[in-house]
Nanobody, 121 residues
């Protein structure tokens, strides 16, 4: 009924940039917070950045000053601009959104399938 589809993952050299997108589709009434998480091999999934529907942002200390989260509410799409990438940023990046579907009174979390980001020379 609702899908989140991430795109933009790629292989990039250290110091490079990538822009990830997360497009939500389906019977969407409203989206509150949207967030990006990542999971490296052998590690737990961690929050990278989050943005509320009002535009308030939150970042992990490891990405502050390098990553920027944004959203286009009209398009139900979130973005993560990643600059000055480091090898330790290598991970599968997942989008998460709190979505209220048409006919529902509640928000529930939805996850995308993930997109691979590899930072290597």
């Amino acid at each position: 009924q609702v899908q989140l589809v991430e795109s933009g993952g790629d292989l990039v050299q250290p110091g490079g940039s990538l822009r990830l997108s997360c497009a939500a589709s389906g019977s969407i009434f409203s989206i509150n917070a949207m967030g990006w998480y990542r999971q490296a091999p052998g590690k737990q999934r961690e929050l990278v950045a989050e943005i509320t529907n009002g535009g308030t942002t939150l970042y992990a200390d490891s990405v502050k000053g390098r990553f920027t989260i944004s959203r286009d509410n009209a398009k139900n799409t979130g973005y993560l601009q990643m600059n000055s990438l480091k090898p330790e940023d290598t991970a599968v990046y997942y989008c998460k959104a709190g979505i209220r579907t048409s006919g529902s009174y509640y928000f529930r979390p939805y996850w995308g399938q993930g997109t691979q980001v590899t930072v290597s020379s």
